[in-house]
């Protein structure tokens, strides 16, 4: 209750403000004989935003964008499982705070996420590792389903989620607003609290961010690991706590022609691993330790903070529109845990190492970013040229090893040309080319391991991973057509991206403590490429519209991490080996989106998706790609009155979500029986002292049902997502009259009493 009344502060202040301003606001009265001026009270007036239709229609991808009011309603415990709603969008997830998104079933270095329109760099090729994005300083995310590689380059090759924030504030104003959040499931309580405020030409926007979560709940008392039997104390996940703190500011020059924006955040959260489900060991978990609080964090655990400068400058000339992207960030990840031993790893640990006996692993990630665009319009013809390079350094330490520290540079050339041949028919061209080249560096063990030279026994330092120099380049192109004529829509999409191997596929050689393996690189894989059909059919009317988006994708060398037949006993103790390999795969699949106005207050809506994945090559050959999703679709039925009264801008929206069973699996993966989900939604916007306030509440899982999700981490361990979560959350805008606004309101007040 304590932390309740803290978040409550701030809106005291405001609410006194906003008393106080409509009371000292009133000038004096003064009695005329001249009786006052007739008025009218005008209804309220709509300004539709089509921006988003036209660019629905003119882009050959699909694009799907949302806004804050979206994200608003469907508040998660990440931005990713926000957008999960979506269709086509999946998350992995390994708890109440982390989650990586899928598209169309591809996910990690396969989706880019764009921030302030820099790629995001963090340790996105781990299930365990969420992303460091704050969903309360998002404004817009467009979401593109399928390969992108002819604009972002490589990575793009499943799609891309490009977050993008708040616009400049307007001249002369001076506010902010202050959201609230709370959470039943993990007794989240969480409150963003952004300030901003414009002269002229100069403006400043800032944010600070902070939540604090329990470990969450899970509808059983059981799970397996390892099929050993673990039990759940009162269903919670024990350790799976944390905090997230995100900090924010954003300041720049805008002016008719020409702006320059500087941005600058800084995110950092500690959470907790399921104890019972990292490591070697779980009947080693003191479980009396853990249960003794549902709150504080304990070992195994990972703390994470993400840097972030990022300039956007824009200049428009005749003709020409000028773009520059300038970024530095820094990922700096630490995961600890208690020391022990396996393989020939010493049973006690050495003093003389300077390596904490509690830092498992460590990543210090520094990433250099720089995009340039030139959109030139020359007759019918958008051409846009563009230029994209990119430098990592990724150091490690800790006393594990799984993934060598690595320096990476990259480089692309594009030309995309949108040629308009009448206002019906728009066609689309890309031609891009890459450079790239990874440069891994030698690790050797800090233990001696014992082995056999022919009948002699030796101890040495073991070397897990050499040194590695290797370069790539890629030509990729897309071709498009839009059609647009009356009610219909048609977009058809043909291309070829591509991605470079990472250094975890070419270098691995180490226990992976959250999937129970041990993983081993390839460093002769070839660069991943792609061949993808996209095409999008839809027709519009005033009381309903449909859109269907079947898509097919070949990969002639698709990079996997295949399980073989053998267990390591250097490292692992004992785990299975799972071996980085290269097969064809073949994908396709689609989504349906059907909406309907049954009357002026309610709708209803329809969602579907398909995937269907196949491997035609390589020791899985007929079998599925891992965390393949199964079918699954989604109705809605959404109320939003209309009276002139408390309720109007208000609503009530309930979803029912069905997914079919997955028995397409690749071994070691185990089959996932269909479920069927209720989610509600309510929501409404009231005034209160000057301000609209935004008050949402939300129901996930709502009879607490018990399932498996095929895309979660924890599914490998019988461990189903979290039951029912009460969510509510409530958004206070305000705003600060500044002097010349004061006195434009006195003499307006006046004037209507005089």
């Known amino acids: 209750m304590k932390s309740f009344y803290v978040l409550l502060f701030p809106l005291l202040l405001i609410f006194q403000t906003g008393f106080g301003q409509a009371k000292n606001s009133l000038p004096d009265s003064t009695l005329k004989t001249t009786p006052p001026p007739s008025t009218h009270q005008l209804k309220e007036v709509v300004i539709k935003d089509k921006r988003l239709q036209l660019r629905q229609k003119e882009e050959s991808l699909n694009v799907i964008t949302i806004g804050s009011d979206f994200i608003q309603r469907n508040l998660s415990g990440s931005l990713m499982k926000t957008l999960e709603r979506l269709p086509g969008i999946k998350t992995i997830g390994i708890g109440s705070g982390q989650s990586k998104p899928l598209i169309r079933g591809l996910g990690f270095n396969r989706v880019v996420v764009i921030d302030k329109g820099v790629k995001h760099e963090g340790q996105q090729w781990g299930a365990d590792h969420g992303l460091e994005i704050d969903q309360f300083a998002a404004a817009e995310v467009e979401l593109i389903k399928g390969a992108a590689s002819f604009i972002y380059g490589s990575d793009a090759i499943g799609g891309v989620i490009d977050v993008k924030p708040a616009n400049a504030p307007q001249k002369n104003t001076l506010g902010g607003s202050i959201d609230l959040i709370g959470k039943s499931n993990n007794n989240l309580y969480g409150s963003s609290v952004n300030v901003f405020g414009r002269k002229e030409d100069w403006f400043f926007d800032s944010r600070i961010t902070y939540q604090n979560y329990g470990d969450y709940s899970v509808p059983t008392d059981t799970v397996f690991v390892y099929d050993y039997a673990v039990r759940l104390h009162n269903r919670n996940l024990r350790n799976t706590a944390g905090q997230e703190t995100g900090l924010h500011l954003n300041t720049g020059y805008v002016k008719e022609g020409f702006r320059s924006v500087f941005y600058l955040s800084n995110i950092y959260s500690k959470s907790g691993f399921f104890a019972n489900a990292h490591g070697l060991e779980p009947r080693r978990v003191n479980t009396e330790m853990h249960d003794a609080s549902a709150r504080d964090v304990q070992m195994p655990n990972q703390q994470v903070n993400h840097f ?447």
């Not at 013809?381 to 690595?406: K, R």
């Not at 898509?551 to 996997?560: L, Q, S, W």
């Open 308 to 754: 972030k400068l990022i300039n956007r400058s824009n200049y428009q000339a005749k003709g020409h529109k000028l773009e520059m992207e300038l970024g530095y960030q820094r990922n700096f990840r630490q995961e600890f845990s208690q020391y022990v031993n396996h393989g020939y790893m010493p049973p006690v640990y050495p003093d003389y190492l300077s390596i904490s006996p509690e830092l498992e692993r460590e990543f210090d990630k520094r990433v250099y970013s720089m995009n340039l665009r030139d959109m030139i319009n020359v007759g019918n013809h958008q051409l846009t040229t563009g230029f994209n390079s990119e430098y990592q350094d990724n150091a490690i330490n800790g006393w594990t090893f799984l993934v060598p520290s690595f320096k990476q540079a990259s480089a692309g050339v594009f030309v995309y040309d949108k040629y308009k041949i009448n206002e019906q028919v728009l066609l689309h061209g890309a031609l891009r080319y890459d450079y790239g080249q990874i440069r891994m560096f030698k690790y050797t063990d800090w233990f001696d391991s014992e082995l056999t030279a022919g009948e002699t026994i030796i101890s040495e330092k073991l070397i897990r991973a050499n040194d590695l120099n290797r370069s790539f380049n890629s030509l990729v192109w897309s071709a498009g057509i839009n059609y647009n004529v009356h009610n219909f829509l048609l977009k058809a999409n043909i291309g070829k991206s591509f991605r470079m191997p990472i250094a975890k596929e070419l270098g691995a050689n180490g226990v992976n403590y959250h999937y129970f393996s041990y993983e081993k690189g390839d460093a002769t894989l070839s660069p991943e490429q792609s061949y993808q059909l996209d095409l999008s059919l839809g027709w519009n009317e005033d009381r309903w519209s449909v859109l269907i988006s079947p898509f097919y994708n070949y990969f002639p060398n698709y990079i996997y991490l295949n399980p073989t037949a053998n267990h390591d006993f250097y490292y692992g103790a004992g785990n299975q080996i799972f071996q980085y390999a290269q097969s064809k795969v073949l994908r396709y699949g689609g989504e349906f989106q059907l909406k309907y106005k049954v009357t002026e207050n309610l709708s209803t809506e329809l969602l579907g998706e398909y995937l269907f994945a196949k491997q035609v090559s390589g020791d899985k050959k007929g079998y599925t790609l891992p965390f393949s999703p199964p079918a699954s679709a989604l109705a809605n039925l959404t109320w939003s009155p209309e009276s002139e009264s408390f309720f109007k801008h208000s609503y009530f929206s309930i979803d029912y979500r069905i997914t079919a069973k997955q028995n397409n699996i690749v071994p070691p993966e185990k089959k996932t029986p269909g479920y069927g989900l209720i989610n509600i939604q309510a929501g409404i916007k009231f005034g209160l002292c000057r301000q609209q306030l935004t008050l949402s509440l939300q129901a996930q899982n709502l009879l607490n049902t018990k399932y498996l999700n095929h895309t979660s981490f924890y599914r490998l361990i019988e461990l189903p997502e979290a039951g029912r979560n009460i969510i509510m959350s409530l958004k206070v805008p305000f705003n600060i009259p500044l002097n010349k606004q004061k006195k434009e309101i006195n003499n307006e007040l006046s004037n209507k009493y005089n």
